[in-house]
């Protein structure tokens, strides 16, 4: 397994409130307004299949795999009761997301299984989403 002596990116970010539904983030490149046209569960699931795609596309072209069209769907299940404050059994979160990824290319399914295998392997987001990322919250009276 390939081990990167490379210090990890950091993301630093900033939000601001612009209404109860929608937040400015600046990430000091670029700004976007999530609850706009998107809702944050939107934007993350989104997200998920947009790192699958650059993920797939990166490792597509280290295998030298030719990629002619790529769509993928996501569902995921998500019970609103405790964000509402009500109770609940499950988890305030997704209960799960299943990807599909459609994938026209010339290559056999053996080659399509081991390119899928790392890009699961490699993509962040949902690396993310399968493994606990560890969340320190404050919040601080101005």
């Given amino acids: 397994m390939y081990m990167s002596d490379s210090d990890p990116t950091t993301y630093e970010m900033t939000a601001e409130r612009i209404s109860p539904k929608r937040t400015r983030i600046d990430t000091g490149d670029a700004e976007f307004v999530v609850g706009k046209d998107v809702n944050p569960v939107e934007f993350f699931v989104g997200s998920t299949l947009a790192c699958l795609n650059s993920t797939g596309t990166m490792v597509a072209r280290e295998m030298e795999l ?70 320190d919250v404050t919040a601080e009276s101005v």
Avoid: F
């Fill in 66 to 135: 030719s990629i002619d069209e790529l769509s993928m769907s996501v569902v995921g299940d998500l019970d609103y009761s405790l964000y509402r404050g009500e109770e609940s059994d499950n988890r305030a979160g997704l209960q799960g997301l299943t990807v599909e990824i459609d994938v026209d290319t010339d290559a056999d399914q053996a080659t399509v299984d081991e390119w899928l295998a790392a890009v699961k392997r490699r993509c962040p987001v949902t690396d993310n989403v399968e493994h606990e990322t560890p969340l």
